[in-house]
Every structure is written in C-alpha cells, then in structure tokens.
Antibody, heavy 119, light 107 residues
Framework: EVQLVESGGGLVQPGGSLRLSCAASGFAFPSYWMGWVRQAPGKGLEWVAIIKPDGSEKNYVDSVSGRFTISRDNGKNSLYLQMNSLRAEDTAVYYC????????????WGRGNLVTVSS | DIQMTQSPSSLSASVGDRVTITCRASQDISRWLVWYQQKPEKAPKSLIFGASNLESGVPSRFSGSGSGTEFTLTISSLQPEDFATYYCQHYNSYPLTFGGGTKVEIK
C-alpha cells in the first residue's frame, strides 16, 4: 500500500524557516517524480514544487522560487521541502504527492501537514 | 502560465441527478488534464487522467471528456458519497495549475 506521511509543520514567525519531510513507503520511491501541493485555509489547491526521480530536475511555482527548495533522499525514501523567508501567505496545509506511473499528474497524496506563518 | 477556469463554482443536486462540471484552459493543453475529488479534511483523490481515463477503482458513473481547451467531468447518477469538491488540473507544462474548484452540495 502506498503511504506518504508528512511531518515538520507548525507555527513559525514571518521571515522564519521550516523544513517539511515526507516519508514514503509501499512503492519504489527512486522511480517516481514527487511533489508538494498546498492549500490555504478554505481555499483551493496550489502546486508548489516537483522533483525528478534522480533529483536532477526541479521546478517551482513563481511565488516560492528562490525561497523554497525541494529535495529528496532516495536511500531514505524521503522527500523534503526547505522553506525560508516565510510569509503569511505561505500559511497552508502542505501535501506530499507522488507522480503517476505513466503520466505527469499526482496519483497518491499524503494526509497533509499544516504550516502557519504568524507573529 | 496556463489558467484553468472551472464552472460552476458550486452546485446543489439531489441523489440520482446527472451532474456536469466544466473546466476551460487558457491555451491548448491537448488531453493533459486530471480531475480530483476532495472531501472535507481529506487529501485529494485522482478520478480521471488524460482527460477521459478512469483511475482504477473509481466508479464508472464518473466520466471525463474534452481536449484542447474545454473539458467536462460528468457524474451520471450522483451518490451520497459524491458530495465533495472537484478540481481540474493541467499537466501540460510548468507551472502546473488547478481550477478554482466546484463544490457539489446536497439539495
């Protein structure tokens, strides 16, 4: 069974940093694109970042580019999102998601982890 | 960036009704479109990929159609467990973008 479990969220002050982790199991993690999608309270879904199976290609939404860094450790079956210079508008539930086998959409999602940016 | 516009933003329907949700892309995305269902406090779940391909395990009352810039998600006979919010998302290019969502409520 595919499982994605996020951790590392919480309350942080504006300008602060936080690192989200996603522990993956039940599939061959090194073979799949992985990404992060967020959802602000009461709002819709927003794609944040995506990373190639070998980590050689990364893409970001403009609003986080230069502040957030996606990475992975295939030996630990783990995905990360380093978030720096956090702003109030980054407040959201952050979902870890796995790419589909043959298409470039997200076929499995974690339960999400809340990040709150507030003073 | 490709903008995805969903309509309506919400609808009320009864069990057994046929429901159609529309998603329009601001430019041609071929068939690189996925539909998700999200229930309150839950993660999204993919229903349809490639505009019209049903995910394994998804009931056949769900169907998708379209290509280019206009797409539809149809629920042929709405069931109690289908009351949720539905999102479209393109995967033609970066940035990946979602529609604003359609909330399907009980009439």
């Amino acid at each position: 069974e595919v499982q994605l479990v996020e951790s590392g969220g919480g309350l942080v002050q504006p300008g602060g940093s936080l690192r989200l982790s996603c522990a993956a199991s039940g599939f061959a993690f090194p073979s799949y694109w992985m990404g992060w999608v967020r959802q602000a309270p009461g709002k819709g879904l927003e794609w944040v970042a995506i990373i190639k199976p070998d980590g050689s290609e990364k893409n970001y939404v403009d609003s986080v580019s230069g502040r957030f860094t996606i990475s992975r450790d295939n030996g630990k079956n783990s995905l990360y999102l380093q978030m720096n210079s956090l702003r109030a508008e980054d407040t959201a539930v952050y979902y870890c998601a796995r790419g589909a086998t043959r298409d470039a959409y997200f076929s499995y999602w974690g339960r999400g982890n809340l990040v709150t940016v507030s003073s | 960036d490709i903008q995805m516009t969903q309509s309506p933003s919400s609808l009320s329907a009864s069990v057994g009704d046929r429901v159609t949700i529309t998603c329009r892309a601001s430019q041609d995305i071929s068939r690189w479109l996925v539909w998700y269902q999200q229930k309150p406090e839950k993660a999204p779940k993919s229903l349809i990929f490639g505009a019209s391909n049903l995910e394994s395990g998804v009931p056949s009352r769900f169907s998708g159609s379209g290509s280019g810039t206009e797409f539809t998600l149809t629920i042929s006979s709405l069931q109690p467990e289908d009351f949720a919010t539905y999102y479209c998302q393109h995967y033609n290019s970066y940035p990946l973008t979602f529609g604003g969502g359609t909330k399907v409520e009980i009439k």
